[in-house]
């Protein structure tokens, strides 16, 4: 192994999977940027007064300097100290999880300077939108009509359109589930829709959405595949914000959309303990590997609790395998997901893992011994997995305060759910 490889090697391998306190279970498959100016805000829909942004539950400073990145318990912060340039850089980190929001402040640059997030893919189907053929109309060619409703602003996409056919759909906030998570606008309710439209520009597909629901399209910023052209285009939608991510494909010549956001937040929380770099603008409050690059992987539907599939795991391990291979980047993957509907020496979750890594020996893939612990052998699919690194899980000392003063524990102490035996 590599000198650029430990920290995300080992440590993530203790301080991710142990992350899946409480991950989603797996149910089996079924058959079958351009350079972009810094995500803008957009107005929200009309509406009374929206709920303000959330905020932290502990302000982000008072969180660093009371340990709540608790990288003393695998000592992380020592050999940080020690190599302070072994600290995750030329390595790519793939999280297969609910998302990863790269508006999130820690989540921007690395330790570096360069891109934290390299790319961001939807494999759990979410957000894919519905799209079919439409035609601007009106008289003067500016309105185009979308799931029965006419917008204006058609003159707008059409300076970027080069084909002839455009088309439409749209992305409906009530299939998302209940809010606060589907109310993708933070205007309190989970009722909108917003329309779609996409055409092929020079530069190759892109996607204008109603974001601010005004009935324009005149107002709104073209949206890029988020890998083209490096330049991990992104819009911000709503008063939250949240940010949204597209992920263009063709399927005999029309366009697949899929749009990428992060409802769950788990996702988000394993990429920052990865690989954060000043979270939240704090300086020094960094993850393990605060020098790596990540990949987005999108396994999970979070519209129905988080809730992945076998094939969604496995197109995504795949798509990061050749990306980095494309790099020539040394790749860690963490799942921090369990599946509880196999059995044991015959789990069709850990023959994948297994076969993934015997055709990827340099892959390094960290996974969480589970939660339902502490009985023996309760380790859980696909932690036992052959070729896997497996994690339980550790309460450090910063978690285990007393009613009273604030005292801490020097050390952590494993948790009660913690599986045990194989």
Same mark, same amino acid.
């Given at each position: ?85 072994? #600290?995750?850089? +030329?390595?790519?980190?793939?999280? &297969? ?5 790269? $508006? @999130?402040? !820690?989540?921007? *640059? =690395? ?10 893919? #939807?494999?759990? +189907?979410?957000?894919?939108?519905? &799209? ?5 109309? $009106? @008289?003067? !060619?500016?309105? *185009? =009509? ?277």
């Amino acid at each position: 192994m590599n000198q650029r490889r430990p920290i995300p090697s080992v440590a993530i391998a203790f301080l991710l999977a142990a992350c899946a306190g409480g991950p989603p279970s797996a149910q089996r498959p079924t058959p079958k940027v351009r350079a972009a100016p810094a995500p803008a805000g957009v107005a929200g829909t009309p509406a009374p007064a929206p709920p303000a942004a959330p905020e932290p539950s502990t302000p982000p400073a008072e969180a660093f300097l009371e340990g709540l990145m608790p990288l003393s318990g695998t000592g992380v912060d020592r050999f940080q100290t020690d190599h302070p340039t072994y #600290d995750g850089r +030329g390595v790519l980190i793939g999280i &297969l999880d609910s998302g990863v929001d790269p $508006g @999130v402040p !820690g989540l921007i *640059v =690395t330790s570096t300077g360069a891109p934290k997030i390299l790319d961001l893919r #939807d494999f759990s +189907g979410e957000g894919k939108i519905a &799209l079919s053929p439409v035609t601007p109309s $009106g @008289v003067s !060619g500016d309105t *185009v =009509t979308v799931a029965g409703k006419p917008l204006g602003g058609a003159r707008r996409i059409a300076r970027l359109a080069t084909g002839t056919t455009w088309y439409a759909g749209v992305l409906r906030e009530l299939s998302l589930g209940k809010p606060p998570a589907a109310d993708l606008n933070g205007n309190g309710n989970n009722t909108d829709v917003f329309p779609v439209v996409v055409v092929r520009a020079t530069d190759g597909w892109v996607v204008f959405l109603d974001s601010n629901l005004d009935g324009s399209f005149e107002d709104e910023q073209p949206l890029h595949d988020y890998r083209e052209g490096g330049g991990r285009q992104t819009i911000a939608l709503g008063t939250k914000p949240l940010t949204l991510a597209a992920n263009f494909s063709e399927d005999h010549g029309v366009p697949v959309l899929d749009l990428y956001f992060e409802t769950l937040g788990h996702g988000t929380h394993v990429a920052g303990i990865a690989a954060g770099h000043n979270l939240y603008n704090v300086a020094g409050f960094d993850g393990v590997a605060p020098g790596a690059q990540l990949l987005g992987l999108k396994i999970a539907n979070n519209a129905r609790g988080g809730i992945s599939v076998h094939g969604s795991m496995q197109r995504a391990m795949e798509y990061a395998a050749r990306f980095a291979a494309e790099r020539n980047l040394p790749l860690v993957l963490n799942m921090s997901f369990g599946v509880g509907n196999e059995f044991e020496g015959r789990a069709a979750i850990d023959s994948i893992v297994n076969t993934f890594l015997r055709a990827h020996p340099d892959v390094v893939f960290t996974l969480p011994a589970g939660n339902d612990g502490p009985g023996l052998s309760t380790i859980g699919f696909p932690a036992s997995a052959d070729l896997a690194l497996t994690a339980g899980a550790l309460l450090p000392g910063a978690f285990l305060r007393e009613t009273g003063p604030r005292t801490q524990l020097s050390t952590g102490i494993l948790a009660v759910f913690r599986p045990r035996g194989a």
